[in-house]
């Protein structure tokens, strides 16, 4: 008797499944999350394989500086012997009138050599100290694109920008935060006074933030376009807020309240800052982005001791009426 399976199995479904996404994003727009219309680097391989190779270069280079050591160690024995040769020398010139005259050039070629060797032992050292840099730069951009934290972008509120037509001076301007911006101009556009304000004017590529998928550059980008700030981390810097309340924050048992101050991050992928104090905190949230958000420098928790009043039972209506309840009940045994 032949069995007609009635169903897929599980990992027939998840194949179909699969081929149907993959169906899918072929047929996708670029702009709609489909396939690039160019071919993206894979910076992430080609960073790992730089560390690699650095990392064996450190290791050879530790063979030359071992071998470089023992090289020096060997050089101060022949310099301490030919010194002990000369002492003896000197000796037997003082006793004997006729004896050969002290020849110290051999010391002094011995001493060259060691100085020799001295100088190239301080060029390995300043070559190992190059490669430990370089490989703690390219660790520290890995981690920071596992963080998606390549790059950050930074803008103002739109209360912000009010202030700034009017001169208002509450809220930084990008004139302010123009120095921290390291974008690609010539892409993302030039910054310039229009529209009654200091901003970035349009860019003259269409899409232009495929610009940065293709490179391996840690930017900040202030003022992004919406095609760019829509796909990257964001800092905005907003007027008119201090202490706040979100669902982490709770009254403790001891009279206490938590409140969140200038400072909000949603997801490790969106913050707001406050203008008051936007050059402690832009700094300290590009860094906590860049760390996963799993420490920051400054706190911007605040704990209040909350004010309690001591409360006189006696005094409580319901009190007193169980006081007279009491009483009555008392009184009605004797009179009724």
Not at 177 to 203: A, M, T
Not at 311 to 334: G, H, R
Request: net charge negative; proline share 3%.
């Amino acid at each position: 008797m032949m069995i007609t399976p009635l169903a897929y199995s599980y990992t027939e479904k998840q194949e179909i499944e699969l081929e149907r996404l993959l169906a899918e994003y072929i047929l996708k727009d670029p702009d709609d999350g489909g396939k690039p219309v160019i071919e993206l680097v894979d910076f992430t391989k080609l960073t790992q394989n730089e560390i690699d190779v650095l990392k064996v270069e450190l290791v050879d280079l530790e063979i030359i500086m071992n071998q470089t050591r023992t090289d020096i160690a060997v050089q101060k024995i022949t310099i301490q012997k030919e010194e002990n040769a000369i002492v003896i020398a000197q000796e037997l010139v003082q006793k004997e009138w006729n004896a050969a005259p002290v020849n110290t050039l051999q010391l002094l070629t011995e001493h060259v050599k060691l100085n020799d060797l001295m100088v190239e032992m301080e060029k390995l050292l300043s070559q190992k100290e190059t490669i430990l840099k370089k490989i703690a730069i390219k660790e520290m951009l890995q981690e920071i694109k596992e963080h998606d934290a390549k790059l950050i972008g930074v803008r103002l509120s739109n209360n912000c920008i009010a202030m700034a037509k009017v001169g208002d001076g509450s809220c930084p301007t990008y004139e302010d935060l123009l120095p921290l911006d390291n974008s690609n101009l010539k892409i993302s556009g030039e910054f310039s006074v229009y529209d009654g304000f200091f901003h970035r004017e349009k860019s003259n590529f269409i899409h232009s933030y495929r610009f940065y998928d293709t490179e391996d550059t840690i930017r900040i980008i202030v003022d992004p376009h919406q095609e760019l700030s829509a796909r990257i981390k964001m800092i905005t810097i907003e007027s008119g807020f201090s202490y706040y309340t979100d669902v982490y924050d709770k009254l403790s048992q001891n009279n206490t309240v938590t409140l969140s101050k200038d400072r909000i991050i949603i997801d490790c992928y969106t913050a707001n800052i406050s203008a008051d104090d936007w050059k402690m905190l832009l700094p300290d949230t590009i860094f906590t982005f860049r760390n996963g958000c799993t420490s920051a420098e400054i706190n911007d928790e605040v704990t209040f001791q909350t004010p309690h009043t001591k409360i006189d039972m006696s005094t409580s209506p319901n009190v007193q009426y169980q006081f007279w309840l009491k009483e009555a009940i008392v009184s009605c045994k004797v009179l009724c």
